[in-house]
């Protein structure tokens, strides 16, 4: 596995790029965050202690959605670089959530 350092995800610019154009680099994104909801609803929303740990968080934009309709006890995203948390971070301040929300940087490997 190589280093995160040494991808092209680990500069600011071509990271932001993508998130920026994410529409465009997933065309089903907004499929794939109503069948997620879907099966959230279905599945996991009754459960109080539900958590979510959302890899690949991106700009934020699953979770923000997740959160119009539910409230897990915890979700999380951990993401290699900073550049990469902080816009997921802020995309959801200020929006209600009864339990914590946790942004780590660090590698899954």
Known sequence: ????????WAENE?????RDDANIYLPFRSQ????????Y???I????????LDLGCGDGQFIQELLKSFTPALFCYPAPSANIVCPASDSVKGKQCVGK?????????
């Open 14 to 18: 071509f990271s932001k790029n993508y």
């Open 1 to 8: 596995m190589s280093k995160f350092e040494k991808t092209r």
């Open 101 to 109: 929300r946790h942004y780590q940087k660090g590698v899954i490997s």
């Open 41 to 43: 609803g279905h599945f």
């Open 45 to 52: 929303s009754q459960n109080t202690e539900a958590n979510i």
């Open 32 to 39: 794939f965050v109503e069948i997620t909801k879907s099966f």
